[in-house]
């Protein structure tokens, strides 16, 4: 089935062009409204060159269109709904909070079986439970931020259609 070949060519030729970090930070941005290489340069902290070989690589695969208007050029996305789907994806990078929860008592369990191997409570038994301490402070923060951001996530998906259908100016 070829078909299925040249989904998949395209698709994979999307992702490399999407896999640089700068530039899904310039998608994310232009979904917001037209900017220009300086601005970029601005809120993404980098020098123009940076802005404009990474916006070279946009525009060449089609991602991005320039409008110019008088000595400035402005920069939109082709398709502004690329960078929700960009955003949609962010579920996929996040721990799972019941998989966090789970790593948590692994560890606990770990760690009360290997102290109590090494024979009890003394000087090193209070050291490991100040590092169970932590690491449960720890992954306790991780947890917090995943569901934090699940909820953020959850949010944007619930605001993005009045967002779509938004006149945008060009």
């Known amino acids: 089935m070829p078909y299925r070949a040249v989904v998949s060519g ?3 030729r999307l992702f490399a062009v999407l896999s640089h ?12 409204e037209d900017l220009t290489v300086g601005t970029l340069k601005e809120i993404l902290g980098i020098t123009h060159a940076a802005v ?11 991602l991005v269109s ?15 709904e690329l960078a929700k789907w960009i955003m ?5 990078i996040l721990p799972d909070t ?17 102290s109590q191997e090494q024979g ?10 100040a590092k169970t301490a932590t690491t449960k402070a720890s ?19 619930a605001s993005a259609p009045a967002a779509r259908n938004s006149p945008r100016s060009r």
């Open 88 to 92: 949609d994806g962010v579920q996929f």
């Open 139 to 157: 992954l306790k923060v991780v947890a917090k931020n995943a569901s934090k951001s699940n909820e953020k996530t959850a949010a944007a998906k």
């Open 120 to 129: 009890g409570e003394g000087k090193s038994g209070a050291k490991s439970n």
């Open 98 to 114: 019941n998989e966090v929860q789970s790593i948590v008592s692994a560890v606990e369990s770990a760690r009360s079986a290997w």
């Open 21 to 32: 970090a700068t530039r899904i930070r310039i998608i994310e941005e232009l979904q917001k």
């Open 52 to 62: 404009s070989q990474q916006l070279s690589v946009l525009r060449s695969n089609q």
């Open 10 to 12: 395209e698709l994979a």
């Open 66 to 80: 320039e409008k110019r208007q008088g000595r400035n050029v402005f920069y939109h996305l082709r398709k502004p």
